[in-house]
């Protein structure tokens, strides 16, 4: 299922002010679409690694957008290891990754590049990677020693 429409930073608020862990299960699941499990698995997945410098790089930060992570959610293959942006050079890569900052709103930017970074923990009230390994149990996979 698409959502080219979603606002992650509405769900994100959204979701923190939920109380119980059941029910902030229930939200994910009811909201599901590619879009929002893509930024939960770029978020909390450390097995999924971005082919980008940490930190935020120079971007005209855009005030007047209002568009969300599910207009730009696509754009996503080119920044994570192993998928088609491999073989850009940096800079081009790069250069892509500030237009989709400069595309979306500034709270949508910040969100992204926490995302990037793996630095959502402690933003949201409750939004985990437990929470979203329960609401989505195949999209996070855990391997230990053992399964090697």
């Known amino acids: 299922m698409d959502n080219k429409d979603l606002v992650i930073s509405k769900v994100l608020d959204d979701l923190a ?4 862990a059941k029910s902030k299960r229930e939200y994910l699941q009811k909201n ?7 930024f939960l698995k770029g ?8 082919n980008l410098p940490k930190g935020a790089p ?7 957008s209002k568009d969300g992570f599910g207009r730009v959610s696509k754009e ?3 920044f994570a290891k192993g998928y088609e942006g491999d073989n850009m050079i940096d800079q081009e890569r790069e250069g892509r990754f500030i237009k989709v900052l400069e595309r979306v709103s500034p ?21 985990t990677k437990k929470l979203v390994s329960d609401a ?8 230990s020693i053992n399964q090697l």
Request: without cysteine; proline residues 3%.
């Open 136 to 143: 989505f149990p195949n999209l996070i996979v855990e391997w």
């Open 32 to 38: 599901e679409s590619r879009q929002l499990k893509t």
């Open 58 to 64: 120079p971007y005209t930060v855009n005030k007047e």
């Open 43 to 50: 978020s909390f997945d450390d097995a999924l690694e971005f």
């Open 17 to 20: 002010k939920i109380k119980t």
């Open 107 to 127: 709270e949508e930017a910040e969100l992204i590049l926490l995302m990037k970074d793996k630095k959502l923990v402690g933003k949201y009230k409750g939004v």
């Open 76 to 78: 996503f293959r080119y």
